[in-house]
């Protein structure tokens, strides 16, 4: 569905606004089936960088982690769990239920964490079955299209780009926060308020609320980024009185100068004791809702510690492949269903996912490819954990691909065979030796067993070259990197920052690299530059393939914005240098698609339409914006004559002479009036640039003329100054009661009065506009013949709106607009007799993406009803919302945008080409296809 949205705007609103405007609804998908009546709900929290040992029930002396040790005592502990030791590899496999080899994120880093976009996620299975997902924190498997959370199947996300907060994903601006940080709502930037794990958790749980008011059994993944490093923000409520603690059981004897480590070790468990402050708030609403015996929840960390600490009784931490960086706790806790005990049979993170599954009652129609299995069964009787042979591979180095043998640990029962060769070596160094170690009996490894039992090392040497041989043979190519994708209505603005290019040149994140990038079809984009300090003039250059653009920065700023670079489809490698120092990349690079690059649209052929066909009939409704003011006459910039002839603008619109065009085959009938009044007829010609001003329809009707062999009739019933909240209030529209006052519903009078008083009817009621322009529309229709001469027949095609300046000033009106569009579509669809006639609305041009007041609840309306948005799941493929704000040039909705021609031009273009691709989904759907 095409969607002309999600455009970035610094400064969004707080979080916090959004998630009173999120509303959920149910629907059990019909690919799979359910075993229970009532699916459980899940909630499944992983933290980053928190290891085995720091919590109270594994024997941490130091830290209070009260919340979790009584989790701990309640809940099914799988106590030999184990994931990869770093971050995005488990995440991958936590995601997919296979081995992170398989999905592509092997490494956590310079484009080796992009997850393969046809995995298919827990998300996504438990999304087809109805289930409301949402993820709060840290997903680390892909910032741009496709392979963001929200392409993966979670229909709410709240994250932080890349491995974490304060790395070169973030935007520039957050400036290293945890507290007050910058994180993604939905794709979109947005400012959030307070400590980055209060805010997750926030979140998490108005989500949980709201699925439940909802009616929606749902899975909420909260991953906190927590307590990951650097350390320099932490709650402050805890960190002093930990710093002034003994720390010496957690330190001694794991680093060699302990005292040099009670400063960051302090500040990593004040925010461990923040994380179980939440779990205490989290377990504390689970109750309060009455969910609690229907929830399950899961609770496990990443990888060890970062930094040497208190591991229990191992040895190790992040990277490692020791005991002490690839053993997680892992609590599975479901009141009354699973068993309060301990299993040491082996697990692993592959196993998390079929799990979910299994007790969700879920059974997706295309079997997935798991590497993990289910261990449900464990669950409610851990005696019937299995006594088998299961063997268990975890591999995870530094590199552009998996290396045979390199930083390996093999399981077979108590059994570990492992080849520490050094995660952040890329290449695998010779001489290191492969090693046995009995877990069980030696968990700190102190003991090489390999001479002792060559029989098991040439066993598990031998599974796990099986193992690597599967992964090598896997079609398609396992360890390819898909390109970030460009140019799609899904993601409109695409930073490309570190944490996604391939390193050419330096270490570690690299001094220069390369993006590679699908660009989906030619693109007319604004190029943005930053950089890292605002320093003085600088030039930038962006090569795209073969494509060379290149701009300045002002001194002191740390963005340049290049405009209109013209880009081609195709795959290419995009490269961006300072100054004239090929070595010397910006921060970051962000491509604004503005719009698609089409072949310009031919001069109409002034041939008429075939009449022996059905007119296809699309009706035009709104206020003024749809009335247009657009200015025709005039030499300088904001005419129609100025953009076409000094500018070569909408080149159809004249012909070799100048002289405006004429679409044949596309007429053009305006009729107006007040209220339930009679009707003007304004316009009634074929379309063509007449008068003293022009609105969308001009735009709209060339696309629509081109691309349909059939009669068009453009059917304009409309009128300015007019609100949806009230004048063109839906059919049905209930009354109800905002600050004090209670509001018409559908045919009530007046606005609005005191609550508990009488109403005194006016000379006006609550939708006397809408029926007025629907009878006048239908009054067209059903004169036909005098309006279309030679027409056989009609088709009602679709609808335009574009509407809502007077709604603006009315906070009541404004926090309605969501329920009365989902309303109105449904009025109009039924009131000419078309149930899934494609609804087309633009955005009022000066409301830019994270606008605080009336203005910007009624853009988040518009872009929630867009079929694109999961809010609204029927109205897939038939409701596109065209994002104005990019396109407009300037001025205001209540001065008419200033009379800029371009802006109705610009906004009718892209709402036709909206329309077309409606209709073209609509053809495929209908034909079987897409």
Same mark, same amino acid.
């Given at each position: !569905? ?26 059990? #998908? ?206 402050? &409520? ?13 330190? %001694?004897?794991? @680093? ?6 009670? *400063? ?43 930094? =040497? ?21 892992? +609590?599975?806790? =479901? ?47 851990? &005696?019937?954990?299995?006594? %088998? ?40 160094? &010779? ?12 968990? #700190? ?35 390819? =990197? ?12 695409? @930073? ?27 693109? @007319?984009? &604004? ?92 009706? !035009? ?5 749809? +009335? ?83 009669? @068009? ?65 239908? #009054?067209? +229709? ?22 809502? *300046? ?29 149930? %899934? ?19 910007? +609840? ?39 945008? *200033? ?32």
């Amino acid at each position: !569905m095409l969607a002309i949205t999600f455009v970035h705007a610094v400064g969004t609103r707080c979080m916090r606004r959004f998630w009173c405007l999120v509303a959920f609804t149910f629907a059990l #998908a019909s690919p799979v089936s359910t075993a229970w009546a009532a699916p459980p709900n899940i909630v499944l929290v992983m933290t980053d960088d928190q290891g085995y040992g720091d919590f109270g029930f594994t024997g941490n002396p130091v830290v209070r982690t009260p919340n979790l040790d009584a989790l701990a005592a309640e809940s099914t502990r799988l106590s030999r769990f184990y994931v990869s030791p770093v971050c995005a590899p488990t995440r991958a496999s936590l995601m997919t239920g296979r081995d992170a080899q398989r999905t592509g994120a092997i490494d956590t880093y310079i484009g080796r964490a992009r997850m393969h976009p046809d995995e298919t996620t827990i998300a996504e299975m438990l999304r087809d079955a109805g289930y409301a997902t949402g993820i709060f924190g840290k997903w680390h498997l892909g910032d741009t299209f496709p392979m963001r959370p929200i392409d993966q199947g979670f229909e709410t996300a709240l994250v932080h780009r890349g491995g974490g907060l304060c790395q070169p994903s973030d935007p520039i601006e957050n400036e290293r926060r945890y507290t007050d940080a910058i994180m993604f709502l939905n794709g979109e930037q947005a400012e959030t308020e307070g400590y980055c794990t209060d805010v997750q958790f926030d979140a998490g749980l108005d989500f949980i609320e709201r699925s439940v008011s909802a009616g929606r059994p749902f899975f909420a993944y909260i991953a906190t980024n927590a307590p990951h490093g650097p350390w320099h923000d932490v709650p402050g &409520d805890r960190h002093d009185e930990i710093a002034a603690m003994d720390l010496g059981p957690v330190l %001694d004897g794991f @680093v060699a100068d302990p005292s040099k480590q009670v *400063d960051r070790t302090s500040r990593i468990y004040s925010m461990v004791e923040n994380i179980d402050d939440n779990m205490g708030r989290l377990l504390a609403t689970l109750e309060r809702l009455g969910i609690a015996e229907n929830t399950i929840v899961v609770y496990l960390c990443d990888n060890g510690p970062e930094g =040497r600490r208190f591991v229990g009784p191992f040895t190790g931490s992040k990277s490692e492949v020791r005991e002490g960086g690839i053993r997680s706790i892992c +609590l599975w806790h =479901r009141p009354g269903t699973f068993a309060a005990a301990e299993t040491d049979v082996l697990a692993a993170h592959i196993d998390v996912a079929p799990t979910l599954l299994d007790l969700a009652g879920v059974t997706p129609t295309e079997e997935p490819a798991f590497d993990g299995r289910s261990v449900a069964s464990w669950l409610r009787d851990p &005696d019937q954990a299995p006594d %088998d042979d299961r063997r268990l591979v975890i591999q995870a180095h530094r590199g552009e691909a998996p290396i045979r043998g390199h930083q390996v640990a093999v399981f077979e029962g108590r059994w570990k065979l492992s080849h520490p060769t050094g995660f952040g070596r890329e290449t695998m160094p &010779d001489g290191v030796p492969w090693r046995l170690h009995d877990v069980v009996a030696d968990p #700190a490894e102190s003991t090489d067993r390999a001479d002792d039992h060559p029989e098991i090392v040439a066993r598990l040497r031998t599974h796990y070259d099986a193992w690597f041989d599967d992964l090598e043979s896997a079609e398609p190519e396992p360890f390819e =990197r898909h390109p970030i994708v460009i140019g799609t209505p899904h993601e409109r603005r695409t @930073v490309l920052s570190k944490q996604d290019w391939t390193r050419t040149a330096g270490n570690g994140w690299g001094t220069q690299g390369l993006w590679p990038v699908e660009i989906a079809t030619p693109l @007319v984009a &604004d190029v943005e530059v930053v950089r890292n300090s605002p320093e003085g003039a600088s030039t930038v250059t962006v090569r795209v393939g073969d494509v060379v653009i290149a701009g300045a920065f002002e001194p002191g700023a740390r963005r340049a914005m290049i405009r209109d670079a013209r880009l081609p489809a195709g795959r290419f490698e995009v490269v961006a240098w300072l100054d004239d120092d090929e070595s010397r990349a910006p921060y970051q690079v962000i491509l604004h698609a503005r719009k698609t690059a089409n072949a310009p649209l031919p001069d109409p052929d002034g041939r008429p339409a075939d009449l022996s066909q059905p007119v296809q009939v699309f009706i !035009m409704l709104g206020q003024s914006n749809m +009335l247009g003011f657009g200015r025709v006459a005039g030499d300088g910039e904001g005419s129609l004559r100025h953009a076409t002839d000094a500018k070569g603008l909408y080149p159809y619109l004249v012909d070799d002479d100048g002289a405006w065009t004429t679409r044949n085959d596309v007429r053009l009938v305006h009729v107006q009036g007040s209220g339930t009044g009679g009707a003007r007829t304004l316009h009634d010609e074929f379309l063509t640039v007449t008068g003293a001003k022009i609105g969308p329809e001009v735009g709209i009707g060339h696309h629509l003329g081109h691309e349909i062999d059939a009669p @068009v009739l453009l059917l304009k019933s409309c009128i300015g100054n007019r609100s949806l909240g009230w004048d063109l209030l839906p059919p049905g529209s209930p009354q109800y009661e905002f600050d004090g006052m209670t509001y018409a519903g559908s045919r009530e009078s007046p606005l609005s009065w005191e609550t508990g008083t009488e109403p005194e009817p006016i000379n006006w009621y609550a939708g006397m506009q809408y029926d007025g322009d629907i009878a006048r529309a239908k #009054a067209v +229709l059903e004169s036909l013949e005098k309006h279309y001469p030679g027409a056989a027949g009609y088709e009602v095609a679709g609808f335009f709106w574009w509407q809502g *300046d007077k709604d603006r000033y009315n906070e009541a009106h404004a926090r309605k607009y969501e329920e009365n569009l989902v309303r109105l579509i449904g009025s109009l669809r039924a009131d000419f007799g078309v149930p %899934d006639a494609p609804f087309v609305m633009a955005t009022l041009g000066q409301t830019e993406l994270g606008a605080d007041g009336n203005d910007g +609840l009624i853009l988040d309306a518009m872009l929630a009803v867009d079929g694109e948005s999961g809010r609204h799941p029927e109205f897939k493929d038939t409701v596109a919302t065209v994002y104005t704000h990019p396109i407009s040039k300037g001025g205001a909705s209540n001065s008419h945008y *200033d009379g800029h021609a371009e802006t109705y031009m610009n906004v009718g273009e892209a709402m036709g080409r909206a329309m077309i691709e409606l209709a073209r989904r609509s053809t495929r759907s209908n034909a079987g296809g897409e």
